[in-house]
């Protein structure tokens, strides 16, 4: 069974230019997490879908982060524009139901802003 | 919010048992225990979840007290190939739904 997929793996930028990252849940998981994870640090949740329904960002950053889940499956991350302080390794996790603390998380993505 | 406490770091040798320590004082009567795993470039990886007493598999066992303010995880003869990052999680129902609270965790590091 695959596992969740992020793309890209890594990513490089300059301050202000926007970035987008995806992720493809493990088939049947309903529930979709981004997250952050800052060098020596764990995991910091962004969001939290629901199917297509997000239903907690209250730690993502609006002015500048955006994400969306059409159709409940795939979802996309995006960073406009990005900022020194946005580099991290940003981690996408799905399971099967909300209650489930397990959660299975994909390879990550590694951004470097310059 | 439930918050867990951690040792930031441990050190063992290949082939002794580790128990790593959790606090989670405030945890809450609906919250499960969840440990995860993390290597260097990869995301965190599931290793046991548990509610009260004991709970084993085949990978760690989780331990924990009737009052459910601690638990610890223990890895049974750990090899090089366990050294990595431990989270100890628990699980908070806060406002909005189920909240996933991830510390700083205990870096181990096993020693041949």
């Known amino acids: 069974e695959a596992g969740v997929v992020q793309s890209p793996r890594y990513k490089i930028i300059e301050k202000k230019q926007p970035v987008a990252f995806w992720c493809n849940p493990i088939?049947?998981?309903?529930?979709l997490y981004w997250y952050r994870q800052n060098l020596g640090q764990g995991p910091e949740l962004l969001i939290r879908?629901?199917?297509?329904?997000?239903?907690?960002d209250s730690q993502l950053p609006k002015d500048r982060f955006s994400a969306e889940r059409l159709k409940g499956v795939d979802s996309t991350l995006k960073i406009q524009p990005a900022e020194l302080g946005d580099s991290a390794v940003y981690l996408c996790?799905?399971?099967?139901?909300?209650?489930?603390?397990?959660?299975?998380f994909g390879p990550g993505t590694r951004l470097l802003v310059l | 919010l439930a918050k867990t406490t951690q040792p930031i770091s441990m050190d063992s040798y290949e082939g002794q048992e580790v128990n790593i320590t959790c606090s989670h004082n405030?945890?809450?009567?609906?919250?499960?225990i969840t440990w995860y795993q993390q290597f260097p470039s990869q995301g965190p990886r599931f290793i046991i979840q548990g509610y009260k007493t004991k709970v084993t598999n085949e990978v760690a066992s989780l331990f924990i007290p009737a009052d459910r303010k601690s638990s610890t995880l223990s890895l049974p003869r750990v090899s090089l190939s366990d050294t990595a990052v431990y989270y100890c999680l628990v699980g908070d129902m806060g406002t909005g739904g189920f909240k996933t609270i991830f510390g700083a965790g205990t870096r181990l590091f096993v020693k041949a």
């Open positions: 088939s049947g998981h309903n529930t």
């Open positions: 405030n945890i809450a009567t609906n919250d499960y």
């Open positions: 879908y629901e199917n297509e329904e997000a239903v907690d």
């Open positions: 996790a799905s399971s099967l139901e909300t209650l489930s603390e397990t959660q299975y």
